[in-house]
Structures are given as C-alpha cells and as structure tokens.
T-cell receptor, first 108, second 114 residues
Framework: KNEVEQSPQNLTAQEGEFITINCSYSVGISALHWLQQHPGGGIVSLFMLSSGKKKHGRLIATINIQEKHSSLHITASHPRDSAVYIC??????????FGTGTRLQVFP | DAGVTQSPTHLIKTRGQQVTLRCSPKSGHDTVSWYQQALGQGPQFIFQYYEEEERQRGNFPDRFSGHQFPNYSSELNVNALLLGDSALYLCASISGTSSYNEQFFGPGTRLTVL
C-alpha cells in the first residue's frame, strides 16, 4: 500500500462544476503540498499546509491531521484547470513522498 | 528572478551509457532535491544536497550519484543506463532544509533510454 493515496485517479468534469480531489496518508508528516503538473512536466506548487484550510482564488485546500486526510477543491472549474494534481507529504523522515496524482480534464 | 532551471530539456541515450543532468536552484535557495517520475506515476525522491553534501537519499542504486557546487547548482549522474531509467527527472530547490519552506520545481529533463 502506498504511503500517500489519492482519489480519484482520473476525473472528468464540465466547465463550472465543483471538483474535489482527496488525499490520504499513512505516515507522520510536517506538512502537505498540493501540486499541479501540466503536460510537458513542469510542477507548480499550489498550497503547502500543516493545519486547517487555505484558499487561493478558486482553489481551496483543507487538511485534517487527526484523520490524515486532505482535500483540494476547485470551484467553478475551467478547461485551463485541466492538469494532474499531486498530493505530496513531508514525512517526519524529512523526505517528500508523492501520491500518484489525479488527472483532471475539464470540458467546455 | 529566475526560478529553478534544468538542462537539457530532453535527452536520448542508449543502454549502458552515462548521463549528466543539471539544475540551477531558485535565487536564494541553497538546497536541491532530485526526483524521478516514471510515466503515469508520482515523482520518487532520489536524493537531496545541502552545503555540497548529500543529506538524504531515497531507494535508488549507487548508479545514481550527484554533486552540488559552491554556487548551489547541482548535477545528477546516472551510470550504466537501463531502459527503466527512462523518466522525467525533476529538480526542486528550497531555502534551508526545513520542511516548512516551500519547494520550487524545475521544468524537468525527459530522459529516454533506448
């Protein structure tokens, strides 16, 4: 079993829909990242959080440390949101452990 | 302010050859981490360099080695290439080693081993 699990693996949505991507982890962590990877490979950090909730534009990330779970929400989704979204955790071993990603496609 | 840069962007090698990938960290960052991302998978941690020393290492064989220079730039070397080494190699930089500091990723080097 992977130390960081994401669901769903693939997600298709119509423009304007509310999207949720989930991340569960089994190790002790210092912080959790949500990353966005576009075709071609470049990774952009969306959020880094260790508690509570953060919001940036249409993106919201939440984390529940006790339940070892985080969610990334996208409100009013747009085709330009189409990308792979990756959850990664800073384990107490000081290593960044990645999930396998959620591939999101938003259609007009 | 330039972000993290990597070179080359693409590389094709044959089995048994050796390859060197390069990374320049974001200005002000002194720690560089390398990751391997196979197609359809999440990145896997290879190693991290800080103050020109390998600070942490993931589960990769000794064929994978690295170096950090006094200007904080870094190289990843892979010897005796295997077909399975074909992947996107990502470099990320951070200021210091605290897990509370944000990592910035480069665009990656796509390595194809034939």
């Amino acid at each position: 079993k992977n130390e960081v699990e994401q669901s769903p693996q693939n997600l298709t949505a119509q423009e304007g829909e509310f999207i949720t991507i989930n991340c569960s982890y089994s190790v002790g962590i210092s912080a959790l990242h949500w990353l966005q990877q576009h075709p071609g490979g470049g990774i952009v950090s969306l959020f880094m959080l260790s508690s509570g909730k953060k919001k940036h534009g249409r993106l919201i990330a939440t984390i529940n440390i006790q339940e070892k779970h985080s969610s990334l929400h996208i409100t009013a989704s747009h085709p330009r949101d189409s990308a792979v979204y990756i959850c990664a955790v800073w384990a107490h071993t000081d290593k960044l452990i990645f999930g396998t990603g959620t591939r999101l496609q938003v259609f007009p | 302010d330039a972000g993290v840069t990597q070179s080359p962007t693409h590389l094709i090698k044959t089995r048994g050859q050796q390859v060197t990938l390069r990374c320049s960290p974001k200005s002000g960052h002194d720690t560089v981490s390398w990751y391997q991302q196979a197609l359809g998978q999440g990145p896997q941690f290879i190693f991290q360099y800080y103050e020109e020393e390998e600070r942490q290492r993931g589960n990769f064989p000794d064929r994978f080695s690295g170096h950090q220079f006094p200007n904080y730039s870094s190289e990843l070397n892979v010897n005796a290439l295997l077909l399975g080494d074909s992947a996107l190699y990502l470099c990320a930089s951070i200021s210091g080693t605290s897990s509370y500091n944000e990592q910035f990723f480069g665009p990656g080097t796509r390595l194809t081993v034939l």
